[in-house]
């Protein structure tokens, strides 16, 4: 029984693929600078700035997901 539980959308399994999905996503928002913001194909939009609060949000994921063990973190 314990193994149907994390095959439906939103259990066990579901979660932990969707922070792996979002995790590499987020990797192309790295910058030289920080973080920037991401255009809808993953990569960061030069014609935005990049913003201290951004960093600071995406350093906090970042260590979630390291702390996750999740390698693309």
């Keep these: 029984m314990s193994g149907a539980r994390t095959t439906y959308s939103g259990g066990l399994a ?5 922070r792996a999905m979002l995790l ?3 990797q192309g928002s790295r910058c030289p600078e920080g973080f920037g913001y991401l255009t809808d194909e993953g ?3 030069p014609a935005q700035p990049v ?3 951004v ?3 995406m350093t906090h994921v970042v260590g ?3 702390l ?4 693309p973190a």
């Design 14 to 18: 579901h979660r932990r693929r969707q």
């Design 24 to 26: 590499r996503f987020a």
């Design 43 to 45: 990569t960061v939009d």
């Design 51 to 53: 913003e201290l609060y």
């Design 55 to 57: 960093t600071c949000r």
């Design 64 to 66: 979630l997901g390291v």
């Design 68 to 71: 996750a063990g999740e390698p």
